[in-house]
C-alpha cells in the first residue's frame, strides 16, 4: 500500500473494497498504528511498519462472523497515552464468540455505517 502500512495478505480472489487510518487497541496499555481495511469477506487490520517492529499484531475477522458494529463510549485516560485517548468515542467490532474489538477512526459515524452496511449485506 505504501511506505508506512504495508499491503495486507490478501486471500486468493480477494480484493480491498475500502480502507481507513486507524488505532487498535490490543490491551489496557497498549494501542497500535495502521489501516483497517474492508474486503468482500474481511475486516481487518494491519499494523503500520513501526509498530509491526514492536509486535502490534495483525488482526481480521470474516465478515460472517461479525455481530455488532457500533461507538464504544470514551475511556479513562491510559496512562501511556494522556488526555488524548480519554477524549475520543471508538468503534465497536462485536464477533459472535464474544470478542470485542475497539479502533480510534476519524469520522467515526461514517466508518460504521460503512462497515454495518458490509455486514449486513
Known amino acids: 500500500?505504501?511506505?508506512?502500512?504495508?499491503?495486507?495478505?490478501?486471500?486468493?480472489?480477494?480484493?480491498?473494497?475500502?480502507?481507513?487510518?486507524?488505532?487498535?487497541?490490543?490491551?489496557?496499555?497498549?494501542?497500535?498504528?495502521?489501516?483497517?481495511f474492508l474486503t468482500e469477506k474481511r475486516l481487518l487490520f494491519q499494523p503500520n511498519r513501526l509498530d509491526s517492529v514492536l509486535r502490534a499484531a495483525y488482526w481480521s475477522v470474516p465478515i460472517a462472523d461479525i455481530v455488532e458494529v457500533g461507538v464504544a463510549a470514551r475511556q479513562p485516560a491510559l496512562p501511556l497515552f494522556g488526555r488524548a485517548a480519554a477524549l475520543r468515542n471508538r468503534l465497536k467490532v462485536v464477533q459472535k464468540n464474544g470478542d470485542v474489538d475497539l479502533f480510534v477512526v476519524w469520522k467515526l459515524q461514517y466508518v460504521v455505517e460503512r462497515i454495518a452496511a458490509a455486514v449486513a449485506s
Open 1 to 36: 500500500m505504501g511506505f508506512w502500512v504495508a499491503r495486507p495478505y490478501l486471500r486468493s480472489g480477494e480484493t480491498i473494497v475500502w480502507r481507513v487510518a486507524a488505532n487498535r487497541q490490543q490491551s489496557a496499555n497498549r494501542a497500535a498504528g495502521g489501516r483497517l
